[in-house]
């Protein structure tokens, strides 16, 4: 079974930003996640993209930022093959903060439990804190290599970083109530890449607590803290997200895909599919197929 996690080397490429063509590249891009951050910028087209469950529509000028361990794919949604700016990164090796404020990374994970930081800006909102330009000078740098293009790179980025601060703080994101970093339990922060990889195999919680060394009580506290969701919900998703690759990519049947999937049985896999999908699989694959 495929996992949806994506490696990467960020000692060789601790930044990556470049064009991503649809038309020269592997489009749709199908489930995954992977420990860096991920923005875009939408250059031409319009693209659907589904991160931890939500749906967000990408115009021209539009962008979005991918969090750490988030569960996302990208679809077209308009005729016009899109394209669009990729800029990639480990945000845990960002040093932009002063003494009196939490490392980058603290409060780029704290955001995701607060609406006021929303992972999608307008062409209206990137125009106003020249979101454009910064991309432009990142691929520039990238793609000329010329003496010192490391550190003007780091530059942009910490610019980016600190205009999409200033833009959530301006939506009511108190980046001043954020607890200083402390030492996170890698255990708990792991697991999500065990899910992934044995999503197939039949996973129980209290397991799962035990493999992290924490009662199951503690364990499914710090989950929710750290995930915003249940563990449960969060196989429930990964096992969803997989099945959709299946629907779409393949023609297996459903008991075939219920099976690769982890889910106990067939019956059990369209029951769990409707109610986060709200259409069967049988549906879903023919929506799907109807539209393309």
Request: charged share 25%; aromatic share 14%; net charge positive.
């Amino acid at each position: 079974m495929k996992k949806l996690f994506e490696e990467s080397n960020t000692l060789v490429s601790p930044i990556e930003c470049f064009m991503f063509n649809s038309e020269k590249e592997n489009f749709p891009v199908k489930s995954h996640w992977h420990y860096f951050l991920e923005i875009i910028y939408m250059i031409k087209g319009r693209i659907k993209v589904m991160s931890d469950g939500n749906v967000y529509y990408l115009n021209p000028n539009d962008m979005i930022i991918i969090h750490s361990k988030s569960i996302h794919s990208i679809y077209s949604d308009d005729t016009e093959p899109p394209v669009y700016a990729v800029l990639k990164f480990d945000i845990n090796r960002i040093r932009l903060t002063t003494e009196y404020s939490p490392k980058m990374s603290l409060i780029f994970s704290a955001a995701r439990n607060f609406k006021e930081a929303s992972i999608y800006m307008s062409a209206k909102d990137t125009e106003i804190f020249d979101i454009k330009y910064i991309f432009e000078n990142c691929i520039s740098e990238i793609n000329k290599k010329d003496y010192g293009y490391d550190m003007l790179l780091n530059a942009q980025l910490y610019t980016l970083l600190m205009k999409i601060l200033r833009y959530w703080r301006s939506k009511g994101f108190d980046t001043t109530k954020i607890k200083k970093a402390h030492s996170e339990n890698e255990s708990i922060h792991s697991i999500s890449e065990y899910i992934d990889i044995h999503s197939a195999e039949s996973l129980k919680v209290e397991e799962l607590a035990e493999k992290c060394g924490m009662s199951y009580s503690y364990f499914a506290k710090r989950f929710r803290e750290l995930y915003g969701q249940s563990c449960k919900n969060f196989i429930e998703y990964i096992r969803v997200s997989k099945a959709e690759d299946y629907l779409i990519f393949t023609d297996y049947s459903l008991n075939y895909i219920s099976q690769e999937t982890g889910f106990s049985d067939c019956s059990h896999f369209i029951k769990v599919f409707k109610a986060r999908k709200g259409v069967t699989p049988k549906q879903f694959r023919l929506n799907y197929r109807i539209k393309n």
